[in-house]
């Protein structure tokens, strides 16, 4: 038995950078697993939104030939890529690995071996797609990557697509299959699903649709792999293939990966207005159907993306329903937000700020859905500016405000800090006005026939102001956004360490140390009803009562196999893009398959039990 000491933050800050970084590499403690994410999300966050400021100071002019025809559409496709499934899906795993086995009263995550995986393939699939800007060119065939197009693209740039997108999403899959596993299996005692948290429910619904949704992409992907880098021909029509399939494919990831964006967020939103109103949240029972509603339609609209493809009057019609459909539950949740807040006692801060300033904005680009929704509408509106305004609107106005809420929530339960009040509201304030300024406009540039992914637009139709003003908002957001950063880097160094429970919270979450510690509860707490921190703090007590007595803790070890198994897949992956040129570049796929295989070996054959932590160790501890 191993002895193992739960290390306090001050002593975190003495130790050595080596020591620091190889506890990162081999952790596989959810919450250090959660920093991992937020800051690789975070990295390319900041990498995807200097992509949007190059589109925008592109646009902000006619004839501009600040950027390339060519390097515009590589740009494009990037910007689209890294925040869909770099920026956006990650952050949002940072916070359900920070909070969901809070939140149940669990130690950590099912498989903690495999969260650290995860993150990894999420890691190197993403540094692997963005090596193409340096080896050639990045990929120029769109986000969507829709096929003729990404066949006949020159260049090994699709190629970096397809592996790095392929590493990542397996990352992805297996994270979503993680907390399915967990939220089933490792919820405290008397946690009943009807008592679970909205955010763990939508996180938990969120993971269904990702075991559902995701190797729809990974079929894509290795159909788009073997014709470009085998000569197989699924999508290529001169050779019997269909192009269209490819639309399909991609939809039926691609629209449910909306509702994966935007699903947990919704339940965190559904916590927060409940926390900072000091009431229960209204609907419970009817949020969570909603929530189920919205993730089983999600699957039934993919080709409303298609209504100009021709599929005909009927499909056309019935995805239109469908799509309309989906308006019901969404008008659910937001009535029940604003129930829950009516006559509560409000406390606005720059948490509730992101929450309050997501309905307006959300409803809007709802509403836009709605319009494009209609089949003889979206003859006009397709692949024109509006789309763009109401795809930002749901995304950035839905997911990027969601996300700055929650970490401006949960900050203190991950660092033990709060973020600066002052630049919490700077950053938020600029970002709403630069958000509406930029895409606002963008509606009726759209209408006005602006065409999207077009690098420029002649001068006198009516285009140039519009453009100005959208680019002039994209600046503000800029601003917002380094306020952030700068708060971050500020609170790291200054700010006041954060109370056990600041926001008098409702959760289990908050009847933790902030940061929790090694193994979240000494005590695995019992669930006497929805809320169950504010059960107890009703009767008195303030704190949780155990469900069992002080006893040994098993956690697990800290392993470097899920570092080196993605690792051999990054290396893997150059060969497999360079094998079309020459034959001898597959040693590299020899190389890191064997690395990647030869991980899975040692994980397999070598008997890793973990380790325990003495209950005379924890008695020491409350002392």
Sequence with gaps: MREVKVVSNAATHKRGFG???WDYLTTVDHKKIAHLYLFGG????????????????????????????????????????????????????????????????????????????????????GLI?????????????????????????????????????QIAGAGTLIGGINFLVTIVNMRAPGMTYMRMPLFTWASFITSVLILFAFPALTVGLFLLMFDRMFDAAFFDVTLGGNAIIWEHIFWIFGHPEVY??????????????????????????????????????????????????????????????????IAVPTGIKIFNWLATMWGGQITI????????????????????GVMVASVVADYQYHDSYFVVAHFHYVIVGGTVFGIFAGLHYWWPKMFGKILHEGMGKLTFWTFLIGFHLTFFIQHFLGLMGMPRRYSTYEADIGLDLGNLISTIGAFFMAFGVIVFVINVFY?????????????????????????????????????????PLWVEKTEGKGKMTPSEPLGDIHMPNPSILPFMMSL??????????????????????????????????????????????????????AD
Excluded at 85 to 114: C, E, H, K, S, T
Excluded at 359 to 367: E, N, S
Excluded at 493 to 504: C, F, L, N, R
């Design 19 to 21: 020591s620091v970084l």
């Design 42 to 125: 975070g990295f390319f966050f900041l990498v995807g939104g200097l992509e949007a400021m190059l589109i925008r100071i592109q646009l902000m002019q006619p004839n501009s030939d600040f950027l390339s025809n060519g390097l515009y559409n590589e740009i494009l496709t990037m910007h689209g890529t890294t925040m869909i499934f770099l920026a956006a899906m990650p952050l949002i795993f940072a916070l359900m690995n920070a909070v969901i086995p809070l939140q149940i009263g669990a130690r950590d995550v099912a498989f903690p071996f495999i969260n650290s995986l995860g993150f990894w393939l999420f890691l190197f699939g």
């Design 129 to 165: 797609l963005n090596c193409s800007w340096f080896l050639g060119g990045a990929p120029d065939a769109g986000w969507t990557s829709y096929a003729p197009l990404s066949i006949i693209s020159p260049g090994h740039g699709v190629d970096f697509y397809v592996i790095g997108l």
């Design 260 to 325: 994966i964006l935007i699903l947990p967020l919704f339940g965190l939103f559904s916590d927060m207005f409940s926390t900072f109103s000091k009431k229960r949240l209204f609907g419970y029972t009817a949020m969570v159907f909603a929530t189920m509603l919205i993730a089983f339609l999600g699957f039934m609209v993919w080709a409303h993306h298609m209504f100009t493809v021709g599929l005909g009057p009927v499909a056309n019609s019935i995805f239109a329903i469908a799509t309309m459909a």
């Design 349 to 368: 801060n720059s948490a509730m700020l992101w929450a309050l300033g997501f309905i307006p904005t959300f409803t809007l680009g709802g509403m836009t």
């Design 491 to 531: 609170t790291a160094a200054k700010g006041e360490q954060a109370p056990d429970d600041p926001w008098d919270g409702r959760t289990l979450e908050w009847a933790t140390s902030s940061p929790p510690a090694h193994y979240n509860f000494k005590q695995v707490p019992l669930v006497r009803g929805l809320d």
């Design 568 to 621: 051999g897949l990054f290396i893997a992956g150059f060969g497999f893009i360079y094998q079309v040129d020459n034959k001898s570049w597959l040693i590299l796929v020899f190389i890191g398959m064997g690395i990647t295989l030869g991980s899975m070996l040692t994980r397999s054959l070598k008997d890793d039990l973990g380790h325990h932590i003495t209950k005379e160790e924890l008695e020491r501890e």
